[in-house]
C-alpha cells in the first residue's frame, strides 16, 4: 500500500504560479504511476495529468498541457505539480493518487488518494 500527503495549496493571481507536491510513503514508491486531478465547485473530480515511474514520461488532459509540468524525485518518493500561467478554471482542489498502472485517467483506475488540497486562482 502507499499513502499519500498532497500540499503546496493556496491562493494566487491569475497568471502565477504554484506548485504542488506529493509525498508518498508506504510500498514501492518508484514502481508507482503518480496522476493528480481536481475538483472544481459543482463540478465532478476530473483528471489533470500523471507521470510514470521513468520520471520524465507524461501525459495530460488538453486544458493544461503547455502550462503544468510533473517531475518526480524517487530518492525522496516524491512527485511535484508545476503549475504556471493559473487563471480561474484551474481553481479545485487538487488530488494526487497513485496507480500501478499506466496511461489511465479514470478515478476507478487510482487505487491510492491523497486528501486533497485547495488552490483558489483570482481573477
Known amino acids: 500500500q502507499v499513502q499519500l500527503v498532497d500540499s503546496g495549496g493556496g491562493l494566487v493571481q491569475a497568471g502565477e504560479s504554484l506548485r504542488l507536491s506529493c509525498a508518498a510513503s508506504g510500498d514501492t514508491f518508484s514502481t508507482y504511476t503518480i496522476g493528480w486531478f481536481r475538483q472544481a465547485p459543482g463540478k465532478e473530480r476530473e483528471f489533470v495529468g500523471a507521470i510514470g515511474w521513468c520520471a520524465g514520461t507524461t501525459y495530460w488532459t488538453d486544458s493544461v498541457k503547455g502550462r503544468f509540468t510533473l517531475s518526480r524525485d524517487n530518492s525522496v518518493n516524491t512527485v511535484y505539480l508545476q503549475m504556471n500561467n493559473l487563471n480561474s478554471a484551474d481553481t479545485a482542489v487538487y488530488y494526487c493518487?497513485?496507480?500501478?498502472?499506466?496511461?489511465?485517467?479514470?478515478?476507478?483506475?487510482?487505487?491510492?488518494w491523497g486528501q486533497g488540497t485547495q488552490i483558489t486562482v483570482s481573477s
Open positions: 493518487a497513485a496507480t500501478t498502472f499506466w496511461g489511465r485517467s479514470a478515478e476507478s483506475d487510482y487505487a491510492y
